[in-house]
């Protein structure tokens, strides 16, 4: 057997074929660029078309999410698109519903505020302005905001809710209703009740006394 120091160029050739090829840094960009490798899901973007669909299944439907998801997805204006899940469907919705509403709070004022000769782009101008100074963000769904408005489901719907909470903002909880007295304060009013007791007896008493007093006095004159 022949052998051989690690020195020697046998041994360096002989690691050189066992080694991995050197790795290309634009090759393996471009691998990964790829139109035939599979990339991770993005998020997708509600779109205004979306967006009105959504409204009208709402708006024509149940409340339950798996009618509104058929109903979105059955619509002839995505045939060829990717569905939406219910859960999309009801996440989106519930900020559209959120944002439409305080948008109209923020419109009702700028109506409220509309000057003489103002149009009523100005008062939607003004509008943005109060939503951004309340909420520090600019009102992206007017489209939304046309569409619900004037229905009478989904302002029925809001308005109830509203109430409800103020309402519940009114009311007082049961426990502060019914609480009943600590061992303390039922000590201090049992005894105020015994003291008030006694004192009557004992006026009752003294009054008693000055009427026999009076009857002797007469008596005796």
């Given at each position: ?10 041994f ?13 840094v634009?090759s ?15 998020r997708?973007k509600w ?16 409340k ?10 059955s619509?002839?204006?995505f045939?060829?698109s ?21 948008f109209?709070g923020c ?5 409220k505020?509309?000057?003489?000769g103002?149009?009523?782009n100005?008062v ?6 109060i939503f ?5 963000v ?6 939304c905001?046309r ?9 029925s719907?809001s ?9 519940c903002?009114?009311?007082?909880p049961d ?5 009943p007295?600590g ?7 049992k005894?105020k009740r ?5 004192f ?6 003294l009054?008693q006394?000055n ?5 002797r006095s007469l008596?005796?004159?």
């Open positions: 057997m022949d052998h051989f120091s690690l020195n020697s160029p046998r360096v050739n002989l690691l050189a074929s066992q080694s991995s090829p050197p790795i290309d634009d393996a960009e471009a691998a990964v660029n790829s139109p035939g490798l599979v990339k991770p899901a993005e997708r779109s205004t078309k979306e967006d009105i669909v959504l409204i009208s299944a709402w708006l024509n439907t149940s339950d999410l798996i009618r509104i998801e058929e109903y979105f997805n619509s002839p204006r045939i060829g990717l569905p939406r899940e219910w859960s999309q469907c009801k996440q989106r919705w519930g900020r559209v519903n959120a944002e439409v509403c305080k109209v419109h009702e004022t700028a109506l505020e509309q000057a003489s103002e149009s009523e100005d939607m101008k003004a509008a943005h302005n951004l100074n309340d909420y520090h600019k009102f992206t769904l007017e489209h905001w569409e619900l408005r004037f229905d009478q489901k989904w302002r719907h308005q109830s809710k509203e109430k409800r909470k103020e309402a903002a009114d009311v007082v426990e502060e209703e019914v609480r007295p061992v303390k304060a039922s000590k201090v009013a005894h015994l003291n008030e007791a006694t009557d007896q004992i006026q009752s008493i009054a006394k009427t026999i007093s009076n009857k008596i005796v004159s």
